[in-house]
């Protein structure tokens, strides 16, 4: 499904394209999300007024659309994105931060995977609750390990045609019928806030420079696993895996990414 | 009142039950709030939809109420919360940014204080000005030393039945009738925004594993001071000085915090 | 037009006085500016509620406000902000973020600009669009060279009585009549969210504690460079580049102003 070789061109096409990511997010990763995608070489915006938020996300390269600290304000404003992106055929993605864990929260998740986005990426207890399961979620951790999410995020991805990916100590990438499994990444990520939200704005970068979202979205975690796993070897702990993982996402070369990243076969 | 054996008890008990700390606060400090209670090995979360922050609130192990770039609306969402988490009986700390130098900010300060939280942490200058005394405090920064506010942190615990502590060079923590003096942390602290809301978030994870408020505020004044330290020694700077404060907050371990922790008797 | 002297001279009053600058500024930012200002030696706040936002900035030192992800409730916040500000002498200066891009946005820009800001600063495609030049700018990015919006500045600043920066490769400061130029910074800069915000908030620090508005946007914008020249040589990439940053910006001093600072003469 993905490859060394498409993977490296995946970087490539995101460093010379520069894909214009519109983020509707939170303000605990706002600042994080920005300098991660400036530092994959993406160009990120937060533009988020009623006034404004349609045309933008029209014009953009990509939507995401993150739950975090989601409000009626903040979802409304999500759904005029949501719908301007649709309309203009541009790649959009959902991070169902806490759903599962707070039912206001599964159910705004719900509904916007009803709009069909292109890709869905969660931690496993986010999916199982999208999935109407119970996950084990408190807050914004996971309470389950991705394998365990499996078969929900192949029933997501079935019912809502979009790609959608678990992520943990494994990533799991499925369109319903495949399933892409990825092995890099950190258990130390799980220490810094953000990181998922991140790998989900990374999501959009390289839907909007993929053909293909399964690939999109695999090469995306690919990228941030490697990215990790490399700032992780350097890291004295938490402060600084963040400011490692910046370096690493702008250090990152098609030639690194071919020898380190593990996995991709379909399973 | 608190020893190097029940602060030790203090760290094993967060790291083992890792409580979950529900924080409304500011956008300016919200990414540093969370990361620090994830390096320290709590969970963080920031939930402030009015549809979701009582029932959020009343789940949590302990909420925070940050006064930081308060609002109408955040004010009203702070009531619900902290409506549910006292009925709820979960402790809940207040740190009221601002109060003594804002009026309308005082006044709010002051309507929380009235509905009994278990802790309020603030600088000299805040607590001044909720006792209803002049701290010559300046937008976020206080004008006066923690000894100044000394004798209206005991009143202000009086009035309240809350824990007080006011930060500083040293650190104060009165229950009203007995005082205890912190003398760790480093001037280069306050160089760097949010490190007294990061404390304050820490108070929050520390009285959800302690059995009594005096304690569980002190050994979150302790475990913040020590990480100060140890990181003022290798930081270069502010930059590096929050780094190296996420990092240290997870390298602490009990061992250090007994070797490094001065003070802790009763004043 | 500035010296090294003059440079030297207005690094040592911010020191001195630690101006309060009131910052209206986007959640993606804020961590960052109030770091940036508490590294220099200045005192940040952020207050944006309706009910303090005037009395707070009739009695700060500067206003700064910027416009990146603003909605209609910030916008009128700002005009209730700019207006005490106005009113109480305090000067206050714009960074118009995504002005040319963002038609709304341009409108607000352009409404603040009528409002005789002190300084205005943006990077080429932001002046050219405040100056209702196309500029080519796509989200908060630029598509064009400081050297293209030198005359739309010099118009702006006419048309306005305000100082205006364009920053970019060389960072051009006018006020219509002369105009500095500024060649210090680096381009790993561009790859860190907020830098050009952080900037304006330093114009805002040096604003306050200078009697010409020229200097001080000039003076505010060799600090900055300066800064992240220092930074960029050290910085390994946009993650430690921040965190470089800030320690630079506390570690400058007088003499290594005078040495490092490029520019300063009229052109």
């Known amino acids: 499904m993905i490859t060394p070789a498409s993977l490296a061109a995946a970087l490539a096409a995101v460093r010379a394209r520069r894909p214009l990511v519109h983020n509707l997010t939170?303000?605990?990763?706002?600042?994080?999300?920005?300098?991660a995608l400036l530092a994959l070489g993406a160009a990120p915006a937060m533009v988020e007024s009623p006034d404004e938020v349609a045309a933008f996300a029209a014009s953009a390269d990509a939507l995401v659309v993150n739950l975090g600290t989601l409000t009626p304000g903040r979802a409304a404003v999500m759904r005029m994105a949501v719908a301007a992106a649709s309309t203009a055929g541009r790649p959009w993605a959902v991070d169902p931060v806490g759903a599962g864990a707070i039912a206001s929260r599964t159910e705004f998740a719900q509904e916007l995977c009803r709009l069909r986005p292109t890709a869905?990426?969660?931690?496993?207890?986010?999916?199982?609750?999208?999935?109407?399961?119970?996950?084990?979620?408190?807050?914004?951790?996971?309470?389950?390990?991705?394998?365990?999410?499996?078969?929900?995020?192949?029933?997501?991805?079935?019912?809502?045609?979009?790609?959608?990916?678990?992520t943990g100590q494994v990533d799991y990438v499925t369109d319903g019928a495949g399933v892409v499994a990825l092995r890099n990444g950190h258990a130390m990520m799980t220490s810094v806030t953000g990181m998922g939200c991140a790998a989900t704005a990374i999501v959009g970068a390289c839907?909007?420079?993929?053909?293909?979202?399964?690939?999109?979205?695999?090469?995306?975690?690919?990228?941030?696993?490697v990215a990790g796993e490399m700032a992780a070897r350097v890291a004295r702990g938490p402060g600084s895996l963040m400011v490692e993982y910046l370096d690493a996402l702008a250090a990152l070369d098609c030639e690194r990414l071919r020898v380190e990243v593990r996995g991709?076969?379909?399973?």
Chains 1, 2, 3 share one sequence.
């Open 26 to 35: 939170s303000a605990v990763v706002a600042n994080f999300t920005a300098n």
């Open 120 to 166: 869905i990426r969660g931690n496993a207890s986010e999916i199982l609750g999208l999935a109407g399961e119970a996950g084990g979620g408190r807050g914004v951790d996971t309470g389950a390990s991705s394998d365990a999410a499996i078969v929900a995020a192949r029933r997501l991805a079935d019912a809502t045609g979009a790609v959608v990916a678990v």
């Open 207 to 225: 839907l909007a420079v993929s053909g293909d979202a399964m690939e999109g979205v695999a090469h995306a975690l690919a990228i941030t696993g």
């Open 264 to 267: 991709g076969g379909t399973g």
